[in-house]
Every structure is written in C-alpha cells, then in structure tokens.
C-alpha cells in the first residue's frame, strides 16, 4: 500500500513544481532513470502505464525507490481504468494520474485515501473533479490548451491547483509561462527523460537537466 498520505505527496509536488514522467519496459533501465532523478533531486516521479509488463515493471521500480532512494515518492500515471488503479496501488502507487476524469477511479482512490490527479480540460470537468476530492487536477493536454487558459481558470476559481501535462519543456521560456499563469506543478515526459537521454544512457545528463530545471522552478516563483 502506499507509504505517504495524499496530504505528504500533495506538498511534495507543490514544492518539487514538476512531476518527471516516463515508461520503459526495462526494469534495470528504470532504476537508472530514477536514480538520475533522485540525484538530481526529484524525490517525485510517476511511470506511466504505457506498454507491455506496466505492472511488473512498477512493482520493481517500486520496491528499488524504497529501499535505496529514501524520501522518492512513486505514482503512476495513464491509469485508465478504476481496477488498473486499484492493482497500481496494491503495488504501492502513492498518487494515480489519470489522463481522463473517471468517476470510478476516484471512488478506488479516495476509499485508499490516495491522491489521484486526473486529466481534465474544461472548468466544468476541473469542479467535478474537485467535487470528488482531487487537490491537484492534470490539465491534458496542457501544451494544446497553454498558459492562457491556466490564467482564465485562476479568476473564477483561485484555489484550483493546475499541473499542465503534455508539451510541456524545460526551457525558462515555456516554464516562465506556466508559473506565471499560477501553475502549481508541471507533468513533463518527453521533454526531459527523452528517447534521446534513453537511447544514448545519457543518465548523467538527465540528472544535470533535473537539477538545472528545480532550481529554476524555484527562481521563476520567487
Ligand atoms: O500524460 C503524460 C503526457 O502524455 C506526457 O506528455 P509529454 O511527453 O509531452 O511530457
């Protein structure tokens, strides 16, 4: 079951300001990744539920960021469906991302009193999901909707807590938007544990981009 309350895993992402994703299938692979982010210091990171053997995978990834990263906490994203998130947490997941709003994940997720984030992208479906309990709502795909939008939900609704995800990079520019428009963290995949970082085992390289891009985090809300 999960390590860390909703309310523990919650301020780490307001405090990290960014949620490192990916999915691999290589467990070993896997346990590289995390420990670039963890030595970049990330003590936050969700895998994705993408491809073949998501569970294993997890599952191990899990066990190793237990053992030896202390203080990293795990989620999983692209949970689609309510008995995915219900496996993901027997397995440990500490948050369940999610990239559509489901009701009957929500139910799973708050009878574990687990966070889940889900994917939403219209006010409408953002004060659903807080009807149900979400703290921090993934706006999907964040890059399509962009920091514009993030501004016009602050106004009616200043204590929503947005994570854009999808498209976002970790480039002052495109952050600078984001955390202007009032973000309280950002899903970033591709754009930071890329195919290239993969390919080339660029480990060292991805827990330089990690640290770089906290503290910029940290400037760019001060
Ligand atoms: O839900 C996760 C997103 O699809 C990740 O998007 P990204 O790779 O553009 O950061």
Redesign the pocket.
Same mark, same amino acid.
């Given at each position: 079951m999960a390590q860390y309350s909703r309310i523990e895993v919650a301020s780490v992402m307001k405090e990290q300001g960014m949620v490192p #994703?990916f999915f691999h299938s290589d467990v070993e692979l896997g346990k590289k990744l995390l420990k670039a982010c963890y030595d970049g210091g990330g003590r936050l990171l969700e895998f994705?539920s993408r491809g073949d053997f998501a569970f294993e995978v997890f599952g191990e990834l899990n066990k190793y960021a237990t053992k030896e990263l202390p203080g990293m906490i795990m989620g999983v /994203? +692209?949970v689609t469906d309510a008995a995915a998130a219900s496996l993901y947490m027997q397995l440990g997941a500490n948050f369940i991302?999610t %990239?559509v709003l489901r009701e009957d994940i929500a139910v799973v997720c708050n009878r574990r009193k687990v966070l889940w984030s889900p $994917?939403c992208g219209s006010l409408t479906e953002i004060a659903r999901a807080e009807e149900l309990g979400c703290e921090i709502v993934?706006l999907? %795909?964040g $890059?399509t909707y962009g920091p514009g939008f993030v501004k016009g939900i602050k106004g009616p609704q200043p204590w929503t807590s947005i994570m854009p995800? /999808? /498209?976002?990079s970790p480039t002052e520019d495109n952050l600078k938007g984001w955390f202007d428009a009032g973000v309280t963290c950002v &899903?970033? &995949? +591709?754009? #930071?544990i890329s195919k290239e970082v993969i390919a080339n085992k660029d480990y060292a390289g991805l827990e330089k981009t990690v640290r770089e891009t906290l503290d910029l985090i940290k400037r760019l809300r001060k």
């Open positions: #994703l994705t /994203g +692209s991302v %990239p $994917g993934k999907f %795909p $890059g995800t /999808g /498209g976002v &899903g970033m &995949g +591709s754009n #930071l």
